[in-house]
Structure formats: structure tokens, C-alpha cells
């Protein structure tokens, strides 16, 4: 090779390099679709610690990865401030839930609100043939209301779309007055077929991608997420609590 071209070819393989270094969005995106396709990325900013990037996932879900995309992490990051540990992590994915779960339209929901609501908590359930705590849940949303919280609730079919589970929660959707479909079902009394365009199989991927593992699973007004049963005297004050610092 000449002179010339070793040089020509030497300044190419420097620019390439420059213009990956001054793209870490490009190259982290590289990098992570290469380790897993179709990951749902997000967004990727510049993260509190300096040199480290945060990928937010679809969901709200965090991941840390280097500008160059050859070191990627999962895991909680950490600030101390005044001696006192802060939980970045739990803090953005916080924010981020809350952003999509609080966006989902209310007609897509099943509702059971006072009169005079002073916060939200967003539920999601299973049928409860399959989910003993969900029913116990439930009896106690009156008290719930009481207290001034707006039960708010999404499906959640763990054994996945087209189980028994999943079509009554369709049932549950598609009847004509949801809430008494969703009492009935409570009840664990025989909710009548049927069918419609709803977003059953939808919500079921948003609490996968947001971590639900099991149901009942309550995401409070902030994005903070409690797994499992809590009493209604319990659940409603962190349920305020939550309201009082989104």
C-alpha cells in the first residue's frame, strides 16, 4: 500500500473511531442490540455518575453501559448525600412507571373511585381462582375508598394470554358494567362470556415489561411498586404518602 493510502486509510479508521466515541447513543444502541435484538430501548442520557450512560428500557426498567457500549451493567446506582445513601436507580424507574402507568386512559380500566379522591393506586390482578390475595384485595376497596384512594385496576393473566384466566379477564372487560363483572369475579361467581376489542394482552406485556411477577401488584401514584397483599389501613398510607411527594 502507498504511502498515501496507509495514511488515507489510517485517518478513515481515526474518524471512525472519533465519531463512536463522540456517539455513545449510537454505540451503546450498537452494542445492546447486538447482545440481545429487539431490546426496547428507550432513551439513553448521560447518568448523575460522570463517564457512565443510563438506558432506560420501555417499561421503565434501567441498564448502565459505558460511552463505547463494551461495558454494560444492571444494578442500583448509589449517591450519598448529606452521609445518607440516595437509590438514583429505584428513583428514575420510579419516575418512569409512573409516567406510563398514569397514562393508560381510564377507559381501559376497570374503576372504583370516592367521591372526592385524594390518590390512586393502580392494581394488577388476576382472576381469582388463580390469585386468593386478589380477592382479598378487593374486599377490602371499600374501606380503600373510604380512606380516599381510587383503586384502579389492570390485567394481569399470569399464566398468559389464552388461559382460563386470561378470558375472564377479557369477560370482565368486555361486560357491559365492568365493575360488576369485576365484583362477580371477586366473588368467584361465574362472570357470562364475552368478547371484544380490549386490552387485556396489552397490559399483560406492560407488567412484564415494568417486573410484575405476581398479583396482586400495586403501583402507587409515584411509580413505587408493592408486590403483593398489604391491609387497606397499610396500603392507604403509603398510598397518600407516595401522592404527597409525586
Not at 489510517?10 to 445492546?32: E, F, H, N, V, W
Not at 380516599?148 to 382460563?164: K, L
Amino acid at each position: 500500500m502507498r504511502v498515501s493510502s496507509l495514511f488515507a486509510a489510517a485517518a478513515l479508521g481515526l474518524a471512525s473511531t472519533l465519531a463512536l466515541a463522540a456517539d455513545p447513543d449510537q454505540a451503546i444502541r450498537k452494542a445492546l442490540q447486538q447482545m440481545q435484538p429487539g431490546l426496547p430501548i428507550e432513551a439513553i442520557a448521560e447518568s448523575p455518575m460522570a463517564g457512565l450512560y443510563q438506558v432506560q428500557l420501555k417499561g421503565g426498567r434501567m441498564l448502565y453501559a459505558s460511552a463505547d457500549g463494551q461495558f454494560v451493567m444492571q444494578g442500583y446506582l448509589y449517591q450519598f448525600k448529606d452521609g445518607k445513601p440516595l437509590n438514583l436507580t429505584e428513583q428514575a424507574e420510579s419516575q418512569a412507571v409512573a409516567k406510563t402507568i398514569n397514562g393508560i386512559p381510564a377507559s381501559e380500566m376497570v374503576i372504583f373511585a370516592p367521591q372526592e379522591p385524594k390518590t390512586h393506586i393502580t392494581v394488577f390482578t388476576d382472576t381469582d381462582t388463580d390469585c386468593g390475595y386478589c380477592q382479598k384485595l378487593h374486599s377490602e376497596v371499600p374501606e380503600l375508598n373510604r380512606l380516599g384512594v381510587e383503586v384502579r385496576y389492570v390485567a394481569f393473566p399470569r399464566q398468559g394470554v389464552g388461559s382460563h384466566g386470561y378470558g375472564d379477564l377479557v369477560s370482565v372487560w368486555c361486560a357491559k358494567d365492568r365493575q360488576a363483572a369485576m365484583n362477580k369475579a371477586k366473588a368467584r361467581e361465574k362472570v357470562p362470556t364475552a368478547t371484544c376489542d380490549n386490552p387485556v394482552a396489552r397490559q399483560f406485556e406492560l407488567g412484564q415489561m415494568i417486573g410484575v411477577q405476581g398479583t396482586p401488584a400495586v403501583v402507587l401514584a409515584n411509580g413505587q411498586m408493592i408486590p403483593g397483599y398489604q391491609p387497606a389501613a397499610q396500603l392507604a398510607k403509603q398510598a397518600l404518602a407516595a401522592q404527597a411527594t409525586n
